[in-house]
C-alpha cells in the first residue's frame, strides 16, 4: 500500500477530486495548509501598504492506495493540477505497512 500526499493549489482541487472519482479513488482527505517552495511568497498591497506574504495557501490531498493504484494516482494527480506554473505543488509517496478499518477490523487492502 501507499499513502500519496499531495499539495496542490485550491482551484485546482474539483478537478483533481473528479478526475480520481473517474478513476475509481473515492476515499481521500483534504486539509487546507499553507506553506513555501521556490516561488518564496510574493507581495501584496493593502490599503496602500506593501507587505510580504511568505506563506501561500494551498490544499493537501491525502489517498492510501494499493501498489497497483499508486502510480495512476500519481500521474492523474500530476496532470490534472498542473498549470505549468511556478507554485503547482508536489507529490509525495510513502510505503505504507498497515491500515486497519476501525469499524470491522479488516486489515491490509481490505481495510481501503
Known amino acids: 500500500m501507499k499513502k500519496i500526499e499531495a499539495i496542490i493549489r485550491h482551484f485546482k482541487l474539483?478537478?483533481?477530486?473528479t478526475a480520481l472519482s473517474q478513476q475509481g479513488i473515492h476515499g481521500m482527505t483534504i486539509t487546507e495548509v499553507r506553506g513555501f517552495g521556490r516561488q518564496k511568497g510574493h507581495a501584496e498591497?493593502?490599503?496602500?501598504t506593501e507587505y510580504t506574504v511568505d506563506f501561500i495557501?494551498?490544499?493537501?490531498?491525502?489517498?492510501?492506495?494499493?501498489?497497483r493504484d499508486a502510480p495512476m494516482v500519481i500521474e492523474t494527480v500530476a496532470r490534472t493540477a498542473r498549470t505549468g506554473q511556478v507554485?503547482?505543488?508536489?507529490?509525495?509517496?510513502?510505503?505504507?505497512?498497515?491500515?486497519?478499518?476501525?469499524?470491522?477490523?479488516?486489515?491490509?487492502?481490505n481495510a481501503l
Open 87 to 109: 507554485g503547482d505543488g508536489k507529490v509525495f509517496v510513502f510505503d505504507l505497512s498497515e491500515a486497519v478499518r476501525i469499524r470491522t477490523g479488516e486489515t491490509g487492502e
Open 14 to 17: 474539483e478537478d483533481v477530486k
Open 45 to 48: 498591497m493593502y490599503r496602500g
Open 57 to 67: 495557501p494551498k490544499v493537501k490531498i491525502e489517498a492510501v492506495v494499493s501498489d
